[in-house]
């Protein structure tokens, strides 16, 4: 008899809140699904003292969110990459696996600006990267795997305009590592050590000083009737050191991708 008391109760209740006026709100959101193919190089000292080129081919997802105040966006990404690379006798191969993702929150000049379509940003910035490698003629230290958690600035400018059928947008943007966490082996040591649980001086701070990451993209836009697409390019340069040991990583691709552009609903009870 309590139990149906309580469920009588709870429906009751669900009825109430259910009557009740409801506000809704629409907060732009901006989804972005990006193929990018281009050229990678890699010079990973615990993994070998040559360098390694290839290319490499990723699949990125991106949004960009306003804030109830829509002075304020979050941002965030997730990105999945597979490479390969030679060296430069092409008498070994390293294959490549990684992920990048990251969340932050910039702010947008363009009402102090005053110009219509002209937006400026900037803001913090929380970024991962993992990139596993394998070489694959190398019996001693056959894996390597990059790993760092940084505070990274965001910053970018774009602008907007219309033509006749079309209306576009130029954009620009730039990451930069301010400071954060990297995980580096020492030389010597094997990931069959680190799997047993030996692991300590190979997680360490990084700033400015030993981990610098410069990431800058172009993009244009184009938005159709009844689609939006986006095309550009992507620079990205990572250089890192620890335990004496030197990693650097370069990779420029041309990005292609199609834009979704919506409205959320957030519902709301009085």
């Known amino acids: ?9 709870s429906l009751m209740c669900a009825a109430a809140l259910y009557a009740q006026e409801s506000v ?12 990018r193919w281009g050229g990678i190089r890699q010079y990973d000292e615990y993994l070998s003292p040559l360098r390694y080129d290839g290319q490499f081919i990723a699949v990125q997802n991106e949004w960009w969110q306003n804030f ?3 002075d304020w966006q979050h941002v965030g990404k997730v990105k999945v990459q ?3 690379l030679y060296n430069k006798a092409y008498t070994n191969m390293v294959y490549a696996l990684g992920v990048q993702g990251g969340w932050g929150a910039h702010y947008d000049f363009s009402r102090l600006m005053g110009v219509n379509g002209l937006h400026f940003f ?17 019996v001693n230290k056959p894996y390597s795997v990059d790993l760092s958690i940084d505070l990274k600035a965001h910053a970018g400018i774009s602008y907007s305009f ?8 130029l954009r620009y943007t730039v990451l930069t590592s301010l400071v954060g966490a ?14 047993e649980g030996i692991i300590g ?10 981990h610098l990451t410069l990431r800058h993209e172009l993009t244009f836009d184009l938005q159709f009737p009844h689609s939006a697409w986006r095309i550009g390019v992507e620079h990205e340069y990572i250089r890192h050191n620890m335990n004496n040991l030197h990693f650097q990583r370069e990779q420029v691709s041309l990005v292609v991708g199609t834009v979704f552009n919506y409205k959320t609903i957030i519902h709301r009870m009085r």
């Open 182 to 195: 990297q995980f580096v082996p020492e030389y010597g040591q094997s990931y069959y050590e680190l799997a």
């Open 68 to 70: 109830k105040n829509e």
């Open 1 to 9: 008899m309590n139990r149906l008391r309580v469920i009588l109760f």
């Open 201 to 210: 001086g190979t997680v360490g701070l990084s700033s400015l000083h030993n």
């Open 162 to 169: 219309s033509g006749r059928k079309t209306s576009y947008r």
């Open 122 to 138: 900037i803001g913090p910035c929380l970024d991962l990267d993992l990139l596993g490698k394998e070489l694959i003629n190398n």
């Open 24 to 35: 809704y709100e629409g907060i732009l959101h901006e989804d972005i699904l990006s193929l």
């Open 82 to 84: 597979g490479a390969r």
